[in-house]
């Protein structure tokens, strides 16, 4: 587990124990690899750097086990907070009760455990995929053959899933043709070669609901490989820089997302259990409002990078979710 620095000296005007210095917080992620995680652990450190805290960052590459090894490790190292970054009940519950029984905080994203005093910062999952399904709708009407890339388990996937299924009951016009998607350490890559796999069978889909952005880079990768970009739409959640770049290709078939900036979820996730460790309470649920990004006004601003986003919409740069006065704000970018 790596550490960001921790200051000496105490954070004035905050309750204890940030008061005088010493927190830990540990920052323990199930998923590796993607531009949303590096901005999300970096949101995490700012904001624990700006409280005085060390945060830990550790991740677990999709490996159930190494998950619950990591928050075992936590406990073990007996720090004042933890912060689970996606993950399965089934892996974390008891090892987590394991940690509250500790003394020990705890906070999840995009996580549900269901145990009293665990509050869960969402990035309002359902809301997202209704923005960016709306505009499907603006573009497509409501009589067109669709394909969803979905995988069962993971408690934002099944939140925007619901919303995908609630729009086709309210649509009988669109027709969902196909379901395919796979998580793993490749996982746009093996969502590629499915993509293929699902077009050579349902060549009529023109439309595709892709409910994380390493869905949506596989599925634009699989329909690139197979000179189909121009005839079909991909309605994304989630983004990042490179996925603006993907957006912003000539003819690139992903023309919207629905998202929160990823350094403002962290730094959400952090401010939450720092509530918990000064005996403050963040509330049970705490989310993050999304925004609708469009390939269209991609183009129109100009805007190539994160960065440029947060510069051209203010709202995308902060969150008033999980605050106090107490607690220092960041500069997200």
């Known amino acids: 587990m790596g550490g960001s620095a921790a200051q000496a000296a105490g954070l004035a005007g905050a309750p204890a124990p940030f008061d005088h210095g010493g927190v830990t917080i540990a920052v323990v992620n199930y998923l590796s690899g993607s531009d949303f995680l590096q901005a999300y652990e970096a949101g995490a450190a700012r904001q624990g750097h700006a ?7 550790s991740e677990a590459q999709q490996d159930p086990s190494r998950l619950r090894a990591l928050v075992q490790q936590a406990i073990d190292l007996h720090v004042q907070g933890i912060v689970i970054n996606n993950g399965t009940k089934e892996a974390l519950r008891d090892v987590v009760q394991k940690a509250l029984a ?4 705890v906070v999840t994203y995009d996580l549900d455990l269901g145990l009293p005093g665990v509050p869960v910062v969402e990035q309002n999952d359902r809301e997202m995929a209704n923005i960016v399904l709306a505009q ?17 388990g993971f408690l934002p996937l099944d939140h925007r899933n619901a919303a995908y299924r609630a729009i086709l009951a309210a649509h009988p016009g669109i027709k969902n043709e196909a379901v395919w998607g796979i998580v793993n350490s490749t996982t746009p890559a093996s969502v590629a070669d499915q993509t293929q796999a699902v077009f050579r069978a349902h060549p009529d889909i023109t439309v595709v609901f892709t409910p994380w952005d390493e869905f949506a880079r596989g599925v634009k990768l699989g329909l690139d490989e197979s000179n189909l970009s121009s005839k079909v739409r991909i309605y994304g959640v989630d983004t990042s820089t490179s996925d603006i770049q993907a957006m912003r290709e000539p003819n690139s078939p992903w023309v919207a997302s629905a998202a929160t900036n990823a350094a403002v979820v962290g730094e ?24 609708l990004i469009t390939r269209d006004e991609l183009l129109k601003n100009d805007i190539k990078t994160i960065q440029e986003l947060a510069e051209k919409d203010p709202d995308f740069r902060q969150s008033d979710a999980a605050t106090a006065a107490w607690i220092p704000s960041v500069a997200t970018k």
Not at 51 to 57: E, N, P
Not at 102 to 105: C, E, V
Not at 274 to 281: F, W
């Open 51 to 57: 409280l005085g805290a060390t945060i830990r960052l």
């Open 102 to 105: 500790a003394g020990i905080k």
């Open 136 to 152: 499907a709708l603006k573009d497509n009407g409501d009589h067109f053959k669709a394909g969803e890339v979905y995988v069962a």
């Open 268 to 291: 959400v996730s952090v401010r939450a259990v720092a509530l918990l460790i000064a005996g403050q309470n963040p509330g049970a649920k705490i989310d993050v409002n999304p925004h």
